[in-house]
């Protein structure tokens, strides 16, 4: 009977050490893992605050995910790093997808969640006009954009609007890369040139340039640009993209519940050869045109509008279907 009760006592024992040691191997491994995703933008600008602040903030770590971030300098660039897979997503203007699905791409790029509903550009000048006119480009010179860029397509959409024909009624220079183009503009290039924060503040706090137009406020809402990932990789990874969009609801809603000094503050690591001072301007600049939409839903009247752009620019072969490049099924679920 003793042998029994020690025999027991010993199997409880061991069972007790046994749970205690696999309870501390839980507490010490990760419950988690976080997932490496790699994010490649075609620009990195305060335009995109939003994304910034969930870097930042840590959204996309609390949504398991291990983003790498890396800047194209140009939607050709991004495209191509996401059609080669050294990026799972893209974030760039909505417009190269639709150039990729007209050349024929099998694997091709389909948009999921849509950040900024404005241009982010704008047009400054060499002097003040406090009562600026469209109709004062007539006979200028200006420094725009690539050919077939949704910068150079919504500064022309604009001019057409206003009754100006591009390239006959004004002098479009379009041989300027884009981060020389403040630069040409400050030294004596032409007499207006469109321009990015933080080009546009910079040339204004050297006193060499002034915003005069904002193309954001006299376009109306364009979908700018948007997150986007091969039809592939949407469709093995519906988990990740997700959690991805997840993250960055939570750096819009961070946006639109906060002062611009807050998001300044938040965002400044991203940006560190610029001041606190400049960051909040442009901020603040870009929440007064509200640049950033509520949520990520990017909407088949936009997707329309964006086409109707493309074409007025003469860029367009044809149009394509929006429930071919476009999927709400990530944004929609966030705002559930």
Not at 42 to 64: D, N, R
Not at 307 to 324: C, F, M, N, T
Request: aromatic share 10%; charged share 30%; glycine share 6%.
């Amino acid at each position: 009977m003793k042998k029994k009760i020690i025999s027991l006592i010993i199997v409880c024992f061991i069972c007790i050490i046994t749970i205690s040691m696999a309870a501390c191997k839980q507490e010490k491994e990760p419950k988690d893992e976080l997932q490496k995703v790699h994010l490649n933008e075609v620009a990195h600008s305060i335009f995109y605050a939003p994304l910034y602040v969930a870097i930042e903030k840590g959204y996309f770590k609390e949504e398991g995910i291990d983003l790498v971030l890396k800047t194209g300098f140009g939607a050709d660039k991004t495209m191509t790093a996401v059609l080669s897979g050294d990026a799972e997503i893209g974030f760039m203007g909505s417009e190269s997808s639709i150039y990729t699905y007209n050349e024929g791409a099998k694997d091709y790029v389909v948009n999921f969640a849509q950040l900024t509903q404005r241009a982010g550009n704008f047009l400054v000048a060499r002097e003040k006009m406090s009562d600026f006119k469209w109709q004062d480009l007539k006979g200028k010179e200006i420094i725009g954009g690539r050919k077939g860029g949704m910068p150079e397509m919504v500064f022309e959409y604009i001019l057409k609007k206003n009754g100006i024909e591009p390239l006959k009624d004004v002098k479009i220079n379009q041989s300027i890369d884009f981060g020389s183009t403040a630069p040409a503009f400050a030294e004596g290039k032409a007499d207006f040139t469109i321009e990015f924060e933080p080009s546009a503040t910079l040339l204004e706090s050297e006193q060499k340039g002034y915003v005069v137009a904002s193309l954001g406020k006299d376009s109306g809402y364009v979908p700018y640009t948007a997150f986007c990932a091969k039809k592939s990789y949407i469709k093995e990874n519906r988990k990740v993209l997700q959690r991805f969009t997840n993250a960055l609801q939570k750096g819009m809603d961070y946006v639109k519940s906060h002062t611009p000094e807050e998001i300044a503050k938040v965002i400044k690591p991203q940006f560190k050869d610029s001041d606190i001072e400049t960051i909040t301007t442009i901020v603040k600049r870009y929440a007064n045109q509200e640049t950033w939409k509520e949520n990520l839903i990017f909407e088949k009247e936009s997707f329309e509008l964006l086409q109707d752009i493309l074409e007025s620019a003469g860029e367009l072969e044809k149009r394509v279907p929006y429930k071919d490049l476009v999927t709400t099924e990530f944004s929609k679920k966030t705002i559930e």
